[in-house]
């Protein structure tokens, strides 16, 4: 490990006012059709994934994100034979929670850049089983692929959103066309599960939603969008300066924040389950329940 | 006018850096005081970042478990550095908290209250600042102290200056709690305390275990400790249910139902000693 961190690689997330450096050595930088993909090997995380300059995983730690994403909304509900689609996804993180799953019938996985699923293949392996009978692999643009299921009446009961930030190819996502094809996409009793990086400090700000048409706050806000929408917030350790929001888009108003099924993940626990939906004081006002009247709280 | 500003090295081989102007710097330079944007004016000691004005959890997290924890008010509290104010003023949000002596022997740390903003938190008649090292071996007489609370960084550092643990043991009430926090790093190799990582030699963390056994870990994150999550635990030689609020209080991270919420840890955090 060199000593200096000025030296160290640094996080491209300069705009935030806050960015970390890693002790990184490169294994791998090439540029997709899409975007700079990184490989770098970390002295204490492992092998570090990074997609135009931003950290997207690191081995040691990708199985938060990952379960949690997943099984909240898989565990939330008694489905049988529930059909799943996961937008982007290429690292293969997301397919593996979700194949974990006896009640998946169908597991549809769409990423724009193959290259991703490639160079995550060889140097990361932590994919699910792509050749599992379940698994349904498009590489086409997720937007586009949302439309045509829009538009032909095609539904799932989860729609995992696992995309980059809004700098990357994914800043077409999050319009108000986009959401409109999710909720039309969405099964009688479905969820979507979106997320972001919440930056702390004076006043949230979500990293990649609030430069987008449709800001998270007005989101959560706005019941034209989606019967209900929920929020429960993790720590991802290698996304700087943040906490890890993620979004329940549910086209009913029943709660997904009791597990209906036990499940031991290496973070995701039952009790887990319930622990995340639990915010910071300052975080209960995002979904509009303070969790105190504001007169009592401390100054 | 901004600069980034970059923590100093880390044993996780990750570092916070921030987009901050100046507004202080002690005369050694050893402790500074910079505005940040986004989390306010920053105490850095010694290259680390301490404490941040708009990110309360860490300080939040240190004190409010403890004093919410038991039934019986916490009147009497030690405080162990600190004298820059930002554990102290979440100290003084308890209205039953009588007395809080605070031994810190860093002057330059202390200086920084002022351009913190702080003055006023270290004049409160409430707070007691008692002159010596953090060793506490000038200490006469008994404490009967309710809560003891590390504030100085130089305690969870390898070769700092230490309290022996039989003499905390005579200053707390035989149900005291003593706190204690440190970083969790997720590895390739599995959960380890961010202690573990650096170089061999007694910390605060082996003061705690030698006063008596932890009897309630509230896991939690600050943002500004990139590549971590973190942990307070709760040591006291008495038993007694620790993660179920008793008290009720609401600051601007921590709350009830943060309080028992912060107790459930995740698998891959269970096999830490």
């Known amino acids: 490990m060199t000593k200096d961190p000025a030296s160290w690689w640094r996080e491209a997330t300069v705009s935030a006012g806050i960015t970390q450096a890693l002790d990184l050595e490169p294994l791998y930088q090439a540029r997709s059709a899409f975007q700079e993909i990184g490989v ?42 529930a059909r799943v689609l996961i937008i982007g996804g290429g690292d293969g993180g997301i ?19 193959p290259d991703v699923l490639d160079v995550s293949r060889r140097f990361l392996k932590i994919e699910g089983d792509i050749e599992d009978p379940r698994v349904r692999l498009r590489f086409e643009d997720g937007v586009r692929f949302m439309a045509e299921c829009a538009a032909a009446g095609r539904q799932f009961d989860v729609i995992i959103v696992d995309a980059t930030d809004s700098t990357s190819p994914s800043k077409v996502l999050w319009s108000e066309g986009f959401y409109g094809d999710l909720r039309a996409c969405l099964a ?27 800001r998270a706050p007005a989101l959560l806000a706005d019941p034209r969008w989606f019967a209900r ?71 | 006018m901004s600069a980034w500003w970059l923590e100093a090295p880390t044993p996780t081989g990750s570092v916070t850096a921030l987009d901050v102007e100046p507004v202080w710097r002690s005369a050694s330079g050893r402790v500074e005081v910079l505005r940040s944007e986004r989390f306010g004016r920053l105490l850095i000691v010694d290259g680390g970042l301490v404490h941040a004005e708009a990110e ?22 030690l405080l162990l550095g600190g004298s820059d104010g930002f554990v102290l003023a979440e100290l003084l949000c308890h209205a039953e908290v009588e007395e809080i002596v605070v031994v810190d022997p860093d002057e330059e740390v202390r200086a920084a209250a002022q351009p913190l903003g702080h003055a006023r938190v270290l004049s409160d008649p409430r707070v007691r600042l008692r002159p010596g090292s953090l060793a506490l071996d000038d200490w006469t007489g008994e404490g009967d102290f309710d809560l003891v609370v590390p504030a100085a960084p130089s305690l969870s550092l390898p070769g700092g200056v230490l309290p022996d643990p039989s003499l905390l043991r005579r200053l707390l009430r035989p149900e005291g709690l003593m706190v204690d926090i440190d970083g969790i790093v997720l590895t390739t ?85």
């Open chain 1, 229 to 299: 929408v929920d929020l429960y917030l993790s720590r991802q350790p290698l996304y700087p300066g943040g906490w890890f929001a993620f979004f329940l888009y549910q086209s009913d108003t029943a709660s997904f924040r009791r597990p209906v099924r036990d499940l031991a993940g290496r973070f995701y626990s039952p009790a887990v389950h319930e622990a995340v939906f639990v915010l910071p004081a300052w975080g209960e006002a995002l979904r509009g329940e303070p969790a105190a009247p504001a007169e009592s709280r401390a100054p």
């Open chain 1, 95 to 113: 397919l593996r929670e979700v194949l974990r799953h006896e009640c998946v019938a169908e597991a549809w996985m769409v990423e724009i850049d």
């Open chain 1, 40 to 81: 770098y090997e970390h002295p204490i995380f492992g092998r570090v994934l990074t997609l135009d300059g931003t950290v997207q995983l690191a081995v040691a730690d990708e199985f938060i994100y990952h379960e949690l994403a997943v099984h909240v909304a898989l565990n939330g509900r008694p489905w049988s034979a």
């Open chain 2, 189 to 273: 190799s599995g959960a380890r305390w961010l202690r573990a990582l650096f170089a061999p030699g007694p910390r605060w963390s082996d003061v705690a275990a030698a006063l008596a056994p932890a009897r309630a870990t509230f896991l939690f994150a600050s943002p500004l400790r990139t590549g971590q999550f973190q942990a307070v635990r709760l040591h006291c030689a008495a038993e007694g249910e620790l993660a179920v609020p008793q008290r009720s209080y609401f600051g601007r991270y921590y709350h009830p139902a943060l309080h028992t919420a912060a107790t459930v840890l995740p698998g891959c955090f269970g096999a830490l000693p």
């Open chain 2, 56 to 77: 309360a959890s860490a300080r939040e997290m240190l004190v409010h478990p403890a004093l919410c924890g038991r039934a019986r008010a916490a009147r009497r509290v």
């Open chain 1, 188 to 214: 009688p009793g479905g969820v979507a599960v979106d997320s972001d990086i919440l930056l702390g400090g004076a006043g949230p700000v979500w990293m990649s939603r609030d430069p987008c048409d449709i």
